[in-house]
């Protein structure tokens, strides 16, 4: 009796093994996959300015809902994912679905588009000159879309306390919120997302007295009241098209440009690890940002994951 237990203890726990994430899941199964990814982001980047923060923004979308199993690929009409309010804007769709259909001609059945997603946002940083890491896979596909499921997304105009229990819902920390904010070093915004900020800022209406007052007309004339709410620009002003920690010394200068950056320095905690970044001995102390944002990368990349036989492994992301 007591060995049929001991066996039934150890078979558990081998399928506990076979059900985590690791680095080269599929070196055996699909050694290519990893490559084709990576080829399919560097053809699409030399064509596409902006694709490195859409591909790292659509990882970061997919994994805050649900966790990271591709639910938001899902095209479910009306009611789908795609199209909740806090996901306005991601885009990539149609990169992750071709580098799955170049995988399918290889590996039938066996890469998930989840897996896709995080492979992608990794190649994705790189080619902005970000730092590389090792990605760990073996996700499986989620079968649900609802939009519903997104209204707790976060949102640039949401205060730091929110911020941060956002995050440590998902077992994020707050060195994990300063860095992956910090992933708005490359990309554009939305007038639409500075309107109340610039004009309607709440309390007291006006303007966020965070912004340092020489840049407040630089925003104001590329977002003028009435204006284009669609009109973008750089959420790193003076380093958009590289990845850097930039965006953190325009955050302490009170030059950054969305509320939520702004927010991470008026937090005590979060304002120390921004810092942390600039002293003196900083190079010489702890990890580095390029570090420390490829280790928070890997950490979202657990969130919730479907492992082992959960989910599935869709053959078009798109469809159920």
């Known amino acids: 009796m007591a060995l ?6 150890l078979s558990h726990l081998v399928g506990m093994s076979h059900a985590q994430l690791k680095v080269g899941f599929y070196g055996k199964t699909c050694p290519e996959a990893e490559n084709i990814v990576t080829n399919v982001v560097r053809q699409v980047a030399a064509s596409t300015q902006n694709i490195a923060p859409v591909l ?17 690929l899902l095209e479910n009409g009306e009611i789908g994912e795609r199209h909740a309010f806090g996901h306005q804007g991601v885009q990539g769709f149609d990169v992750i ?9 290889v590996c039938p059945g066996i890469v998930s588009c989840a897996d896709i997603v995080a492979l992608a946002a990794r190649d994705a940083i790189v080619v902005a000159n970000g730092p590389s890491y090792e990605v760990e896979t073996g996700r499986r596909d989620g079968m649900i879309s609802n939009l519903t499921l997104a209204a707790n997304m976060p949102d640039v105009s949401e205060s730091i306390q929110i911020l941060k229990a956002k995050f440590s819902q998902k077992g994020l920390s707050e060195k994990d919120l300063v860095v992956l904010s910090a992933a708005h070093t490359i990309g554009t915004t939305a007038c639409f997302f ?24 630089e925003l104001m004339a590329a ?5 284009d709410v669609n009109a973008r620009l750089s959420m790193d002003r003076g380093s958009g098209e590289e990845f850097d920690n930039n965006i953190l010394q325009n955050v302490r200068s009170g030059f950054a440009v969305l509320r939520s950056d702004a927010s ?12 942390s970044y600039f002293g003196i001995f ?3 102390l702890g990890t580095s940002f390029e570090d420390d944002f490829a280790n928070a990368m890997v950490k979202m990349g657990r969130i919730d994951v479907l492992t082992g036989k959960q989910g599935k492994i869709r ?3 798109s469809t159920f």
């Not at 977002?223 to 204006?227: I, K, L």
């Not at 991470?264 to 810092?275: A, G, K, M, S």
């Open 97 to 105: 679905e071709r580098a799955k259909e170049e995988i399918e001609k």
């Open 56 to 72: 790292l923004r659509l990882h970061f979308h997919d994994c805050f809902v649900q966790g990271c199993d591709g639910s938001i």
């Open 223 to 227: 977002c003028p009241r009435n204006g």
């Open 315 to 317: 053959s078009v992301c």
């Open 194 to 217: 500075m309107t109340q900020r610039l004009y309607d800022f709440v309390p007291g209406g006006g303007s966020d007295p965070s912004i340092d007052p020489s840049f407040l007309p």
């Open 282 to 284: 900083s190079p010489f």
């Open 264 to 275: 991470l320095y008026e937090d005590v905690d979060t304002r120390n690890i921004v810092d």
């Open 4 to 9: 049929i237990f001991f066996i039934l203890i």
